[in-house]
């Protein structure tokens, strides 16, 4: 059993890699759920994880609240340049749990540091403010991780500039940190997670069962619908992170060296993989290049069919 911490700022797709996670507690153990900024404010992201807790009946896993704001500059949130309305769909009650009081990265390093080394994996769903902060205060952390896997980047054209993807692009620097840290880095990015389209069919695949998790999930899912429905759909980005822990052999990858663009300019935000290793900088991430997605999808409507 793995033991995961999940750094999220829900987010509809964040809400269902929390789901696939919980769904397999067989193999997955979630420690608790760190709120970052991003998708929305903070505190509505930390208030959506516990939503997601409660809809999931899972309100014993700790939900943290981190960072405000990214490392440097504005915090920009997917409302304003995504082109998405991301609060659209969150029709789940409020929970009446809080979060915890303690920071967010706080808890990262404390819990790393409780368990034995090699122990813990961070899935990164969101801007990874808060996994810089915990690296930036106690660096010992990134020897004792097994691993981040994280939704991030893109090699291949980014949705917030020609070049960058959003989590990448709300924080740059914090992006450059973690990519920094002496850890297995396992990144999801848009090159993968931009064939998990939404379809007709996908949607029907996903709330397929007439179960209460099914049907709060097609209220999230809403404007995946829309956009289906006008012949333009969206893919499903954040639940790959869970996808690869559970099943890596639906995706393929390669190891890469990657820096992270944070100058002003065209290009802030971007990921630079040098795919031909032209550099001669060390690989420092293991990049996906591809996936099943029928298999992802199996996976995903098998976990919320579970209600
Ligand atoms: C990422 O941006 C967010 O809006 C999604 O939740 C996902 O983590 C995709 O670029
Ligand atoms: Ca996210």
Known sequence: ?????????????????????????????????????????????AANALKVLALAGREDVPVFMGAAAPLVGELVTADVLHGEAITAGWDLPPSAVEPRSEFAADWIIETVL??????????????????????????????????????????QGGNMNAVAE????????????VFAAPVRKVVASLDVTKTFLVTARELERLTATNNRINAEVKGLLRLYEAYARAG????????????????????????????????????YGQTIVDVNAVTGRPANAHWLTGADKNAFYGLLAAALARG
């Open 1 to 45: 059993r793995q033991s995961i911490i999940i750094d999220t700022d829900p987010g509809q797709d964040d809400a269902l890699a929390i789901l696939l996670a919980l769904a397999h507690g067989d193999a997955l153990e979630v420690l608790g759920i760190t709120a970052v900024c991003g998708n929305i404010s903070v505190k509505s992201t």
């Open 114 to 155: 409780a368990n034995p080394p090699g122990k813990v994996t961070i899935c990164a769903l969101g801007p990874l403010t808060n996994i810089a902060l915990a690296l930036a205060k106690h660096p010992e952390i990134a020897g004792r991780l097994k691993a981040i896997v994280m939704m991030a980047g893109a090699s």
């Open 166 to 177: 959003f989590n990448v692009f709300v924080d740059p620097h914090a992006a450059a940190r």
């Open 232 to 267: 333009a759909p969206r893919p499903l980005h954040d639940p790959a992170v869970i996808a690869w822990l559970l099943a890596p052999e639906i995706f393929a990858g390669r190891d890469v060296n990657v820096e992270i663009g944070t100058a002003p300019g065209l290009a």
